[in-house]
T-cell receptor, first 112, second 116 residues
Framework: DGGITQSPKYLFRKEGQNVTLSCEQN?????MYWYRQDPGQGLRLIYY???????QKGDIAEGYSVSREKKESFPLTVTSAQKNPTAFYLC???????????FGPGTRLTVL | GEDVEQSLFLSVREGDSSVINCTYT??????LYWYKQEPGAGLQLLTY?????DMKQDQRLTVLLNKKDKHLSLRIADTQTGDSAIYFC????????????????FGKGTKLSVKP
């Protein structure tokens, strides 16, 4: 089955801890994206990567970091510098930058 | 910068048609997309339209594009309770992030509620 997986579905962390969200795709897509979704806010782009070993900041990159060492993987780290990390995080991929994006099921992060 | 606007809520009765509207600002869009999000889930691509088309029909879904007014709509015929979800319009923005080509710009989403 081809698709995008995110794990875990629910994640709880204490304030001040870094946490890494996983995103894997087996669609052979070049581009991958991370979005944050808050109620009534729609989707906001955190980081994106159009090719392995390269990534760019989106609208709200502060307090987040990413890596793209493999084509199929694009993990997102939420650092302690992120002031309000509790949110629903969505990963997506596309064949190339600008084409239709396919989304994973999301990870709901709650910081206590 | 480029923007996509949608109304936040729409309520219809089961069996009626739903029309979800979207306006966008980017005149160079090539494709425009509609996504559906069910509670607690990721976004599912419903349909898309190429910018040189006026209309696209796919079973119960009809997409209308008025390029002059930069207005996009999604009509769902015979709306069912299973259609209750948030619907996002997305525009293929051009060069909106440091010169990179074509990341999608999403609206805030329209929450469709279908009453039995």
């Amino acid at each position: 089955d081809g698709g995008i997986t995110q794990s875990p579905k629910y994640l709880f962390r204490k304030e001040g801890q870094n946490v890494t969200l996983s995103c894997e795709q087996n669609l052979n897509h070049d581009a991958m994206y991370w979005y944050r979704q808050d109620p009534g806010q729609g989707l906001r782009l955190i980081y994106y990567s159009q090719i392995v070993n390269d990534f760019q900041k989106g609208d709200i990159a502060e307090g987040y970091s990413v890596s793209r060492e493999k084509k199929e993987s694009f993990p997102l780290t939420v650092t302690s510098a992120q002031k309000n990390p509790t949110a629903f995080y969505l990963c997506a991929s596309s064949i190339r930058g600008g084409s239709e994006q396919f989304f994973g099921p999301g990870t709901r992060l709650t910081v206590l | 910068g480029e923007d996509v606007e949608q109304s936040l809520f729409l309520s219809v009765r089961e069996g009626d048609s739903s029309v979800i509207n979207c306006t966008y600002t980017d005149s160079s869009s090539t494709y425009l997309y509609w996504y559906k999000q069910e509670p607690g889930a990721g976004l599912q691509l419903l349909t898309y339209i190429f910018s040189n088309m006026d209309m696209k029909q796919d079973q119960r879904l009809t997409v209308l594009l008025n390029k002059k007014d930069k207005h996009l709509s999604l009509r769902i015929a015979d709306t069912q309770t299973g259609d209750s979800a948030i619907y996002f319009c997305a525009d293929e923005g051009a060069g909106n992030y440091g010169g990179s080509q074509g990341n999608l710009i999403f609206g805030k989403g329209t929450k469709l509620s279908v009453k039995p």
